[in-house]
């Protein structure tokens, strides 16, 4: 009995370590394969109730720049609706994470995760034809930054989500909801020391000149001189792009004898390798110009400052695991020593670092933005073929394009 | 011993397949469930029954009686879906369209989509219906009024505690002249508390 319960656990632990490095591996192999042949790879395989909300975030993704946009919506939804059923403390889940590892968890999303989520499914409903289903995700993901937000820090605050948000309201008219939004796409570039793209001092020139607000305006202006444009009519066209993949977790571990010698004790944080991305930008061109994608997003700093600000937690959580593995250990080995061995054993196994994320998105999200007469433009990366479109039927455009794939989704009203 | 270590093993496994097994329930469509806090069928219901009240109750309509001597025809519009939750305006524009047709005061025509529906219809019975049976072209019922509208939301929050304000806008418009002879709000107010402590 006493033995089938030690192989149940072992099995249940190196479960849950393998189920993570496999999806380490297809995160990876998306840079190399076309995101429909890891999406069917994924498909087949049926996640652990602990990371249903983990593999429903790869899953959207993936059927999103699949173009099925309608399958992505749902899985979008059901991992949002878990990550938000999350919330509340589990204490069965303590207990496991406290004694075993922090695998034994539910994925409740990190903050970028439950920001990002309303962005990934504004634009599956908007490249499935509903502006008003993307409207509403936009709204959503407003309250679920001020939920996150935090005294000077940027925790779960994305400009790629006011950038979008911003977008949508430009494109349903509501011109005051989206020069706010733009702003505060302004204002946490800023803070984050990003450059603001060019793309986006235009949209709050464009703005402040179609609200009639010529103190802002003017104000914009002196800003960004480089920016005023003589008009700011014609086709306006709004380009995302995803490069890349964002890096993955890894486990670093550390193992000692106990100060008696009687004990192995071991300890497992998670933590990012160097950033090793190069970043790709796409090239926009009609007849006359020419406007390159610049970054709005870095999900790989992203990544790294939401570990970052849950490590005090998870470190506090290794160090208290630690500690009851040792007095477990213990009170084994004055029992009987071979099962406190057997139990030293299965606790240094035991002791694995939670590497799970939403590791399939971009590295980075890119925004451009051209005003064109033309009806004809191209949009042309390193690593793809040239796309043409056509625009003739149109006067507003919204494109995604991803460095992973050949695909170009358009939206145009 | 045996039969009896069997006997717990079988009664823990059945109480663990019965605590797995879908249950389901048949309820009253009337009965008021609120689950998650948000807009549901019960709000659709309430904010349609009350609006339609109102609106029926304004002088507008009696107006309308004596000037031209025939209940004045309604057709529901477009009500925009501006709130945070993606609602289902379909269903809410469904019963507004059951409570104004009930109320027995006012005539309804048909949708935009219905009407292109019955239309075709038409279309093709003149082509393969009797003399006697078929319906004739330009005989449709023209809308006075049309109901147009609004759904916002404005949510407050802190920790785990939301106030959810729902605000319902419709107006009713005279398709003659643009006149708006009727303008109607409805809001909800609601209290939401997550648990702290989930299973």
Known sequence: MRNAIIVILLLLTTGCSLQQHSNNQLANQLLHENPEKILSILQEDTPNERDFAQYHLNLGYLQLLSGEFIPAIESLTQAKQKMQSLNATSISENIGAGTVNETLRSYSG???????????????????????????????????MKKLAEDKSLVGQLASTHLLSAIVYELLDERSNAFISYQLAEEILTERKMAVPEGIKIALLRMSDKMGNDQAYTRLSKKYPQSVQKSYSGKQIFSLYFD??????????????????????????????KVNYNLQRIKITDDIQNVSSEVIENIENLAREDLAHDYPEILLATTTRAT??????????????????????????????????????????????????????????LNSQDNNLDISEANQHIILSSSLSNNLFHYQQ | ???????????????????????????????????????????????????????????????????????????????????????????????????????????????????????????????????????????????????????????DLDGTTQVRFYQVNLELISIQDNRKVWIGEKKIKKLIKNSKIRQ
């Open chain 1, 324 to 381: 009851i593995k040792y007095a477990a250990v213990k009170a084994a080995d004055k029992k009987d020593p071979l099962l406190g061995a057997v139990f030293n054993i299965l606790s240094v196994i035991s002791e694995v670092a939670d590497l799970r994320s939403w590791n399939m998105l971009p590295s980075t999200i890119q925004f451009s933005y051209l005003q064109s007469n033309s009806n004809n433009i191209v949009i042309s990366s």
């Open chain 1, 110 to 144: 990190y903050p970028s995760d439950r920001v990002m989520v309303h962005n990934m499914l504004a634009l599956s409903y908007l490249f499935n034809q509903d502006i008003e289903g993307a409207r509403v995700e936009m709204l959503q993901a407003d309250i679920a």
């Open chain 2, 1 to 155: 011993m045996k039969i009896k270590s069997g006997f717990w093993v079988a009664l823990t496994a059945s109480l663990l397949l019965s605590a797995c097994s879908t249950s389901v329930e048949r309820l009253d469509a009337q009965e008021q469930i609120d689950l998650s806090g948000a807009w549901n069928d019960t709000d659709s219901q309430l904010v349609a029954r009350e609006m339609v009240e109102d609106a029926l109750s304004r002088p507008w309509i009696s107006k309308f009686v004596n000037a031209k001597g025939k209940e004045p025809v309604v057709i529901v519009g477009r009500i925009k879906n501006l709130s945070h939750e993606h609602i289902n305006t379909n269903t809410f524009i469904a019963n507004i369209e059951r409570e104004l047709i009930n109320s027995g005061e006012v005539q309804f025509v048909a949708s935009a989509n219905a009407r292109q529906e019955i239309r075709d219809e038409r279309a093709d019975q003149d082509l393969n219906a009797t003399e006697s049976t078929r319906k004739e072209m330009g005989q449709e019922f023209g809308a006075d009024y049309m109901m147009q509208g609004q759904i916002n939301t404005i949510v």
């Open chain 1, 244 to 273: 890349g993949v964002v890096s993955n977790k890894r486990q670093e571990s550390l193992t000692v004898p106990s100060f008696s010698g009687r004990q192995i004790i071991r300890i497992s944080m998670p933590a990012y390798p």
